[in-house]
């Protein structure tokens, strides 16, 4: 797979879903967005609408009862190797997520220095 050369990461038809015992969640249906070199992209919607899930589909930590359903999230490597971030065996992703691509989690003070 070959993205252009600006391009870091590039989502594409991402599909996430919860299955509860209460039904289905379709939390994320159909997230397509770029990412630029030097680029800041705000995800901006209202409370529930999908924007943490996604983030956290990118960086698979998704946990049962979620899945990613769908998808592709081309990640440009700083060696630069493109790879789908969504395919990657578990070992690949833990090397990736926190050197080259982190989460940082809602709760500021949890996640962040104070
Ligand atoms: N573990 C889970 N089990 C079931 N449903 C879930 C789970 N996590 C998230 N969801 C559902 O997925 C949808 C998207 O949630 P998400 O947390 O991504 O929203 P958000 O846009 O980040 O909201 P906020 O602005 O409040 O942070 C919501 O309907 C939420 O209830
Ligand atoms: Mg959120």
Known sequence: MSIGGD???SVRNLDVKFYTYAGVVHAVSNVSFDVY???IVALVGE?????????????RLI????????GKA????RNGEV???????????RD???????????????????
Not at 63 to 70: H, K, L, M, N, Y
């Open 7 to 9: 391009l870091v990461l």
């Open 96 to 114: 990736i997520r926190g050197n080259e691509i982190a989460y940082v989690f809602q709760d500021p003070t949890s996640a962040l220095d104070p």
């Open 63 to 70: 946990d049962p009862p979620g899945r990613i359903e769908g």
């Open 47 to 59: 409370t529930g609408c999908g924007k943490s899930v996604t983030t956290k589909a990118i960086t």
């Open 74 to 77: 081309y990640f440009r490597r």
């Open 83 to 93: 790879v789908d971030l969504l395919s990657l065996s578990d070992e690949e992703i």
């Open 37 to 39: 070199k030097g680029e």
